[in-house]
Structure formats: structure tokens, C-alpha cells
Nanobody, 124 residues
Framework: QVQLVESGGGLVQAGGSLRLSCVAS????????MAWFRQAPGQEREFVAV????????DYADSVKGRFTIARDNAKNTLYLQMNTLKPEDTAVYYC?????????????????WGQGTQVTVSS
């Protein structure tokens, strides 16, 4: 089992940047595919980005491609999401998630473990 704790959210103006972190407990972080999802008020949770176990393969939602970068440091049990050129529509609670199965999935139902979320608010 793995526990996930996100941090790095906050209030930023449009065009600004934030970097989210997700620290995982346990010694098997490198065995998990890791992803970021987000959920805005009144909306369903949506896929943002996913990264393979070793970090070589990544996938992004079209809405964030070119602006967000997902990365991981397996030695530090940490997942990152660098968010640049933020827009008001990026406002949401951001969650990290871990998947024991191999593959880069966009479906939130595939993921086994979730963090508690961190709020990102982008003002116009």
C-alpha cells in the first residue's frame, strides 16, 4: 500500500507558474505508474498527466500540453507537476494517483491510491 501527500498549491495570477509535489510513502514508489488529475467545483475529476514507472513515457491532456510537465524522482519517492502559463480554467483541486498496473491510463478508475488533493486557484 502507498500513501500520497500533495503540496504546492496556492493562488496565482493568470500567466504565472506553480509546481506541485506528491510524496509517496513506502519503498515501492518506482513500481507505480503515477498521474495527476484535477477536479473543479461542480465538475467531474479529469485527467491531467501520467508518467511511467521509470519516467521515460508521459501523456498529457490536450488542455495542458505544452504548459504542464510531469516528472518523478524515484530516489525521493516524489512526483511533480510543473505548471506554467496558468489560466483561470486551470483552477481546481489537483490530486496525484498511483496505479499498480503497467500502462499509461487516463481513466481515474484504473488508479489504486489517491492523495487528499491540493487547491490551485488562478485569478484573471
Amino acid at each position: 500500500q502507498v500513501q500520497l501527500v500533495e503540496s504546492g498549491g496556492g493562488l496565482v495570477q493568470a500567466g504565472g507558474s506553480l509546481r506541485l509535489s506528491c510524496v509517496a510513502s513506502g519503498r515501492t514508489f518506482s513500481s507505480y505508474v503515477m498521474a495527476w488529475f484535477r477536479q473543479a467545483p461542480g465538475q467531474e475529476r479529469e485527467f491531467v498527466a501520467v508518467i511511467s514507472n521509470g519516467g521515460a513515457n508521459k501523456d498529457y491532456a490536450d488542455s495542458v500540453k505544452g504548459r504542464f510537465t510531469i516528472a518523478r524522482d524515484n530516489a525521493k519517492n516524489t512526483l511533480y507537476l510543473q505548471m506554467n502559463t496558468l489560466k483561470p480554467e486551470d483552477t481546481a483541486v489537483y490530486y496525484c494517483a498511483a496505479d499498480k498496473a503497467y500502462g499509461l491510463f487516463r481513466n481515474s478508475g484504473r488508479y489504486d491510491y489517491w492523495g487528499q488533493g491540493t487547491q490551485v486557484t488562478v485569478s484573471s
